[in-house]
């Protein structure tokens, strides 16, 4: 992804409240605020362009992150319609300052960000079906160069769900991959921009500490790991059937040992340097 300079415009003041942002030498602008100014978000001048939008919240019977992705030639109209669905308190919408994206186009947007935000697996993502347009290959070519732009510009406005967990990056060497062992098991993990990624066949204690009992987040985290099959029993431990990110080294080096661990200690890389050590350089 090419570097960028992006410029953000707080209404009020305030980074949580309603605010523009936009992409230095770019036409893309974004409009990003709560459900409790959405007056304030749809009375912009930008929301009456097509463009695409996200609603994100939390789905209130699992407790998850939830995200709506729509399209619309006018974006002020259709939003409103979305007042029924109580899931959502954030809105982000992007539209082009030359008021130039057609119908297929935004149709386009709106069909590969639905099956991004499904290959993130970061939340449930309510859309019912993947719409999406076919394009030429010059305008698909634009749209792909609008998409990377939106990827920039979400996470900066505080929408992280599209972003993928990250895989092992080109640059990875071995000195940078990390390890946690205990009890004859090994995990195998590396920082990233988010927290921490633990590999996939990595493996955990089969069972938590009594300590845990004082400090459950541990054993919360991993039942919702293993009531979503990321763990799973293989003989006498854990593994893990996918790579999955965490908060923070030690949040995963708590879920490998099944109870509170120092991740800045636990995760040493392949000369036995302590994270800590390695930071510490």
């Known amino acids: 992804m090419a ?26 602008q974004a409009v990003a605020g709560p459900r409790s100014e959405f007056e304030g978000v749809v009375g912009r001048e930008e929301s009456g362009r097509s463009g695409v939008y996200f609603l994100t919240g939390n789905d209130p019977e699992s407790g998850k992150p939830a995200l709506y992705v729509g399209e619309a030639e006018n974006i002020r109209e259709r939003v409103k319609a979305h007042l029924e669905k109580d899931f959502w308190n954030q809105i982000v919408h992007f539209t082009s300052k030359d008021d130039n994206l057609t119908k297929a186009h935004i149709r386009y947007l709106e069909g590969k960000l639905i099956e991004q ?38 996470p900066v406005l505080g929408v992280d769900l599209l972003v993928t967990i990250a895989g092992k990056a080109a640059t990875d060497t071995e000195k940078e991959m990390l390890s946690c062992e205990i009890k004859g098991l090994k995990a195998k993990g590396r920082l990233t921009p988010n927290g921490f990624l633990v590999l996939k066949d990595s493996q955990a ?21 293993k009531d979503e099959g990321i763990l799973s029993i293989a003989d006498d431990h854990l593994v893990f059937t996918r790579d999955e990110e965490f908060s923070s080294p030690s949040a995963a080096a708590a879920v490998v040992h099944g109870g509170h661990a120092n991740g800045l200690t636990v995760w040493k890389n392949k000369d036995g340097k302590t994270l800590k050590e390695i930071e510490s350089i």
């Open 3 to 28: 570097s960028a300079t992006i410029k953000i415009f707080l209404v009020h003041g305030d980074p949580k409240r309603l605010r523009t942002a936009e992409l230095t030498n770019w036409t893309i």
């Open 117 to 154: 935000a499904r290959q993130a697996n970061r939340a449930l993502v309510i859309n019912g079906q993947s719409s999406g347009a076919k394009l030429p290959e010059s305008d698909r070519e634009d749209m792909e160069v609008f998409l990377e732009k939106i990827h920039q510009l979400l």
């Open 205 to 225: 204690v089969l069972k938590e500490r009594a300590s845990s009992q004082k400090y459950p987040w541990p054993v919360n985290m991993r039942q919702r790991l």
